[in-house]
């Protein structure tokens, strides 16, 4: 089974400063690598799917980049609406797939 | 609009059995492969299984493997989770999820619309 790793754990940031969430794979998942944010009480909602691509009415501060096994979520510039949890789910053996433990991001 | 309604959660004692239904509207559901994933309290997501477009090819995660069955009815728009022998650890808000079919890559697709879920209680 691929693990994903998913640093930091909890991430205290301010509005308006820039955030890095990373995503290690323990093998490589190519590009089949997607981002969920979920809010508390809520359902995860897809943010990028194929590593780097944003889903359709993400908004451009929120970027995907990387390949194989290691994976960046970055966010420019942090809204008050961004503070959540961010898991990362990889694919690359379909349809089996598993996701990271998350990163919480939380306001400083 | 795209909705998904999970129902069929509760108390259930350590052995039993529950069947979890999702019913699908909004979407050609047919057309659709699904999944549920499931989210123990206070803790990450998990993948619980997959099932195809028609119904005919199922995988499952090592933890429900042997005990949970996916199945689906297209004529009604619902998916459904047979689980057995639950445990303690079985304790979790199961969500249904839907495969996009415009955000593939290679055709491996992410999850573009959730349900709410449904909480279900493994305990004596």
């Known amino acids: 089974e691929i693990v994903l790793t998913q640093s930091p754990a909890t991430l205290s940031l301010s509005p308006g400063e820039r955030a890095t969430l990373s995503c290690r794979a323990s093998?490589?998942?190519?590009?089949?690598l997607a981002w969920y944010q979920q809010k508390p009480g809520q359902a995860p909602r897809l943010l990028i799917y194929g590593a780097s691509n944003r889903a359709t009415g993400i908004p451009a501060r929120f970027s995907g980049s990387g390949s194989g096994t290691d994976f960046t979520l970055t966010i420019s510039s942090l809204e008050p609406e961004d503070f959540a949890v961010y898991y990362c789910?990889?694919?690359?053996?379909?349809?089996?797939?598993?996701f990271g433990g998350g990163t919480k991001l939380e306001i400083k | 609009e795209v909705q998904l309604v999970e129902s069929g959660g509760g108390l259930v004692q350590p052995g039993g059995s529950l069947r979890l239904s999702c019913g699908a509207s909004?979407?050609?559901?047919?057309?659709?492969?699904m999944n549920w994933v499931r989210q123990a309290p206070g803790k990450g997501l998990e993948w619980v299984s997959y099932i195809d477009s028609s119904g005919s090819t199922m995988y499952y995660g090592d933890s429900v493997k042997g005990r949970f069955t996916i199945s689906r009815d297209n004529a009604k728009n619902l998916l459904y989770l047979q689980m057995n022998s639950l445990r303690a650890d079985d304790t979790a808000v199961y969500y249904c999820a839907r495969e996009t079919q415009i955000y593939c890559i290679n055709g491996v697709c992410p999850f573009d619309y959730w349900g709410q879920g449904t909480l279900v209680t493994v305990s004596s």
């Open positions: 909004g979407f050609t559901f047919s057309n659709y492969q």
């Open positions: 093998q490589s998942v190519r590009s089949y």
């Open positions: 789910q990889q694919r690359s053996n379909w349809p089996l797939l598993t």
